[in-house]
């Protein structure tokens, strides 16, 4: 008898893979608040606008930890998810091709809902538009999907860098200021149509046609790499595979610091951007979620990094969660803080909400089987209303 299509169950679960989740949100949410509460970010300028050492020192801190890692980070966990769930409908004879079809299509609408309504820095678009190309690699071989995904890192980034080596000298920050006080005057002082024509406009801005290889150049590989490692069993046997864990582990620890903080020993040069949050960003998206398999290996390391498992449940819930609370705070909606908060609180606003995060998330899956959108992502994915309530409070 053929088996019908269903989540995964809470048994089948790696908890050091949801905790990498997990911390993929609070990555993504210390990046996202300071551009979401300033067009800094999007039209240059941070450095002019918030000038004190404090907020250079905050900024550099963003940029050699979060920023270009946790957008990677929850893009090598999608692929891995995506190489996941074939598997699974493969040992059920299940064509997977529809279901996930389905999948990405409905994190297409949850995207395009986020992406024009909330918060131009949408990623669940390009999830769920890009995640498409991953049809064409789900039965290549293990060997030409890490080749596809290092060639693809290579080949905008390699030229380019070179390219900008090569002009150095004539680089200098863009700062756009016609756009930014228009993006002040909207976002802070407008009502909530002039927000939404703005949050349209920084969305084309942001991905307009020349903008789009650098980000199916950063996100599909990084999609590969996580079909690679599901394929591997790394993350499902880590033990049987902790010699290879480790090597890459330290390979990826050096690539990290030598790419991502090793620029700030010379002057941190705009010219080497894109080597420093592709290479950079991709090595230290593969050092955290190994570091985070690592420690599920020891006791200690576990109950430290175990609170990451409830918010990696309901990440979807979570990041469109940290939008609204975003929007309430710095548009003139809510409290109109757009543009008046410095980068040391926008590092505190994480601080202080994130922890919120992982107790209401515990306190949600002790009574539900999933997050709220992750129930309405999973009931329309399998064309079937899935139980939501629990029997008995509980949650690991």
């Known amino acids: 008898m053929k088996s019908s299509a269903s989540p995964l169950?809470?048994?089948?679960?790696?908890?050091?893979?949801?905790?990498?989740?997990?911390?993929?949100?609070?990555?993504?949410?210390?990046?996202?608040?300071?551009?979401?509460?300033?067009?800094?970010?999007l039209y240059g300028g941070a450095a002019e606008y918030w000038p004190s050492p404090l907020s250079?020192?905050?900024?550099?801190?963003?940029?050699?930890?979060?920023?270009?890692?946790?957008?990677?980070?929850?893009?090598?966990?999608?692929?891995?998810?995506?190489?996941?769930?074939?598997?699974?409908?493969?040992?059920?004879?299940?064509?997977?091709?529809?279901?996930?079809?389905?999948?990405l299509l409905i994190l297409?609408?949850?995207?395009?809902?986020?992406?024009?309504?909330?918060?131009h820095g949408?990623?669940?678009?390009?999830?769920?538009?890009?995640?498409m190309v991953l049809f064409a690699f789900f039965n290549v071989s293990k060997g030409w999907i890490l080749v596809w995904a290092y060639f693809m890192l290579a080949i905008l980034v390699l030229p380019l860098t070179f390219s900008l080596y090569m002009f150095r000298d004539q680089l200098q920050g863009m700062v756009n200021r016609p756009l930014i006080q228009e993006a002040i005057t909207n976002y802070g002082q407008g009502s909530l149509l002039n927000i939404w024509q703005q949050n349209a406009d920084d969305w084309y801005y942001a991905n307009q046609f020349a903008n789009l290889p650098f980000l199916a150049l950063s996100l599909i590989p990084m999609f590969l790499f996580?079909?690679?490692?599901?394929?591997?069993?790394?993350?499902?046997?880590?033990?049987?595979?902790?010699?290879s864990i480790k090597k890459v582990w330290l390979l990826t620890g050096l690539l990290f610091f030598v790419f991502k903080a090793g620029p700030y020993f010379f002057g941190?040069?705009?010219?080497?951007d894109l080597m420093q949050d592709n290479v950079g960003g991709t090595a230290s998206a593969i050092f955290y979620v190994l570091s985070?398999?690592?420690?599920?290996?020891?006791?200690?390391?576990?109950?430290?990094?175990?609170?990451?498992?409830?918010v990696g449940r309901m990440s979807l819930s979570n990041y469109i969660f940290q939008s609204l609370i975003s929007?309430?705070?710095?548009?003139?909606?809510?409290?109109?803080?757009?543009a008046k908060v410095p980068p040391i609180w926008s590092m505190i606003i994480v601080v202080i909400v994130f922890p919120l995060q992982v107790y209401a998330s515990k306190a949600w899956l002790t009574k539900y089987r999933y997050g709220p959108l992750e129930w309405v992502w999973r009931s329309l994915t399998y064309k079937t209303k899935q139980p939501l309530r629990r029997k008995q409070k509980a949650v690991s």
């Not at 801190?61 to 979060?66: E, L, Q, S």
């Not at 996941?84 to 004879?93: A, I, Y």
């Not at 690592?294 to 498992?309: A, D, N, Q």
């Not at 929007?327 to 757009?338: A, D, E, T």
């Open 327 to 338: 929007f309430l705070l710095f548009y003139s909606v809510g409290f109109g803080l757009y």
């Open 226 to 243: 996580g079909l690679y490692v599901c394929k591997k069993r790394w993350l499902h046997q880590p033990e049987k595979h902790l010699s």
């Open 292 to 310: 985070i398999t690592l420690l599920f290996r020891s006791e200690m390391g576990s109950k430290i990094v175990h609170p990451l498992t409830w």
């Open 56 to 103: 250079h020192t905050v900024q550099a801190i963003v940029d050699i930890f979060f920023q270009a890692s946790f957008y990677t980070l929850f893009s090598f966990m999608f692929g891995f998810g995506m190489q996941m769930m074939k598997e699974r409908l493969d040992e059920k004879n299940i064509n997977y091709r529809p279901v996930i079809f389905r999948r």
């Open 122 to 131: 949408d990623i669940l678009l390009s999830y769920g538009v890009l995640g």
């Open 268 to 272: 941190n040069p705009e010219w080497f």
């Open 9 to 41: 169950r809470e048994s089948e679960r790696l908890s050091w893979v949801d905790a990498a989740r997990g911390l993929a949100i609070l990555g993504i949410f210390m990046v996202n608040v300071p551009a979401f509460n300033a067009p800094y970010f």
């Open 108 to 119: 297409t609408g949850f995207g395009l809902i986020h992406a024009f309504l909330i918060w």
